[in-house]
């Protein structure tokens, strides 16, 4: 979730101490056997150009109750030399206001040379930080000295400086997976819902419950005659959660442009907060409705604060849409408009990056950039139209029971035209038609955002009336061919 929430578990008080510890490693870093090795194809899929031999997983809680830690730990087997994009890794985290960071990364290449393991470990200069936009960055790094039979490994550890996340974990990858395991470990002070979206049966599934203490320091100070200060600390037991899940033999999953997402097909397992149960205070419920983040959404300044913003020449376009008799005269020439001025920078956000008024001025932007600026010219034609947030065909199939903004990733527009049509305009296709909505949002779910009614409705989104679209094109077929 691009905004992320905090909480105090007590008031005016200090944390230190005492949570669970990580689970123990199966499968040690840097331990790798010489079969691994001398392997020349996977034994299930023998075709594959590379091989993920581990994939680990390891969740659990910081001291203080409110952040979390993941330690990952990979290991990658190359086969022949179309496998070498399997080198190349990028690891996101959000960089806004520090709220996540990776640390302990580790990596290095393992190479059979004269029946010997050799190593060559990567070099710290090789670690490159990217900025994708104002909330997002990427570490970036290609393993040194690949070839054919060699093995990659690394590990690292992700910490999220909140509590209320824990991010979907995939079992399966574009190339086969020999073991994969999550493991989590979840104060009973959090309840999340677990997801689950799989068709192989788990080769192991324990769970456990163990315990951890949180401690407490709080101070006071007397100030009379003579100033006294009083430190007292307190501990609060509370029970662990364990659960761990591992596959094996997990097929590659491939997309083509007749399969939905990667992400709706992929095997994986997600969670969802649905309360918290604060240590001494009373329970939070986290299970949000639709209203409570369209109300999240209204009040985020890189969205709902950009709706009513002025772009330039506005007043000119306006002036040309009021010549048009009906709505939807209108709506077609703004549209057309906006997507022939505009032009899509290929960033898909449900947020804005450097908002309407700047994308407009360099016409260019994100999604949401583009289609804010579509909604606000269609409000001043006096065209009734609201954004809607959408996930596209790429990021996989939103669903209306799992209440975040994290599976949204653009806006669109949504223009009711009676109670039986309406249209979800999207103005970043070159290509798109007004009534006519875009291949690449059908079968999904939006929610739209009445901000005058106050409400939010999740709306199937189909195409329903058929669209004639003729294209004419004059061409010259010269002797060469």
């Known amino acids: 979730m691009k905004k992320v929430c905090t909480m105090l578990f007590l008031a005016f008080i200090a944390f230190s ?16 056997d ?8 996977c034994d299930f899929e023998k075709d594959a150009n590379a091989e993920i031999l581990l994939d680990v997983g390891k969740f659990y809680y910081g001291d203080d109750l409110n952040s979390t830690i993941e330690e990952y730990h990979g290991r990658i087997k190359i086969f022949n030399a179309n496998g070498n994009d399997q080198a190349n890794i990028k690891i996101p985290f959000e960089s806004l206001n520090h709220n996540e960071y990776i640390n302990n990364l580790e990596a290095e290449t393992i190479n059979l040379v004269d029946g010997k393991p050799q190593v060559t470990k990567l070099d710290k200069k090789s670690l490159f930080t990217t900025v994708i936009d104002f909330q997002n960055s990427e570490i970036t790094f290609a393993f040194p000295n690949v070839k054919p039979g060699s093995i990659l490994e690394y590990k690292y550890k992700h910490v999220r ?5 824990l991010p979907t974990w995939d079992f399966q990858a574009p190339v086969p997976v020999r073991y994969s395991e999550l493991s989590v470990a979840i104060p009973d002070v959090f309840y999340f819902r677990v997801a689950p979206h799989f068709y192989q049966a788990m080769v192991k599934h324990s769970t456990s419950v163990g315990s951890g203490v949180l401690k407490v320091t709080s101070h006071s100070l007397s100030v009379g005659a003579t100033a006294t200060s009083d430190q007292q600390s307190d501990s609060y037991p509370y029970n662990v959660n364990n659960e761990v899940w591992g596959m094996a033999n997990v097929p590659s999953l491939q997309t083509d442009d007749y399969t939905s997402s990667f992400a709706d ?5 997600g969670f969802d907060l649905v309360s918290v149960r604060p240590i001494g205070g009373a329970n939070i419920n986290y299970s949000a409705t639709w209203a409570n983040v369209g109300y999240i959404l209204w009040k985020d300044r890189d969205f709902g604060d950009q709706l009513n913003r002025h ?7 306006i002036s040309k849409a009021a010549l048009f008799k009906t709505d939807d005269e209108k709506i077609k020439f703004i549209f057309d408009t906006v997507r022939n001025a505009m032009k899509w920078n290929g960033i898909d956000r ?15 932007g994100n999604s949401t950039e583009i289609n804010l600026i579509l909604n606000r010219l269609l409000h001043l034609a006096n065209v009734e139209a609201y954004p809607m947030v959408v996930s ?10 799992s209440t975040n903004t994290r599976q949204f990733n653009r806006t669109v527009v949504y223009a009711p035209l009676d109670s039986t049509r309406y249209y979800v305009l999207d103005a970043t296709g070159k290509y798109n038609i007004y009534n006519q909505t875009p291949p690449e949002l ?30 004419l094109i004059n061409a010259e077929i010269k002797p060469n061919g």
């Open 17 to 32: 101490a005492g949570a669970q510890a990580p689970p123990d490693q199966d499968q040690p870093y840097g331990k790798v």
């Open 34 to 41: 010489i079969a691994d090795l001398q392997m020349t194809q």
């Open 161 to 165: 400086n909140y509590f209320s996340y």
């Open 265 to 269: 097909n992929v095997q994986r397992i």
């Open 311 to 317: 772009v330039a020449d506005e007043d000119g376009i």
């Open 350 to 364: 449900w947020y804005t990056i450097d908002g309407p008024p700047k994308a407009w001025e360099n016409k260019s």
């Open 392 to 401: 596209t065909r790429k990021n996989g199939k939103a669903s209306p029971y």
């Open 442 to 471: 059908l079968n999904s779910f939006g929610l739209t955002l009445n901000r005058k009614k106050q409400t939010y409705d999740t709306l199937t989104i189909s195409r329903d009336v058929p669209v004639r679209q003729v294209v």
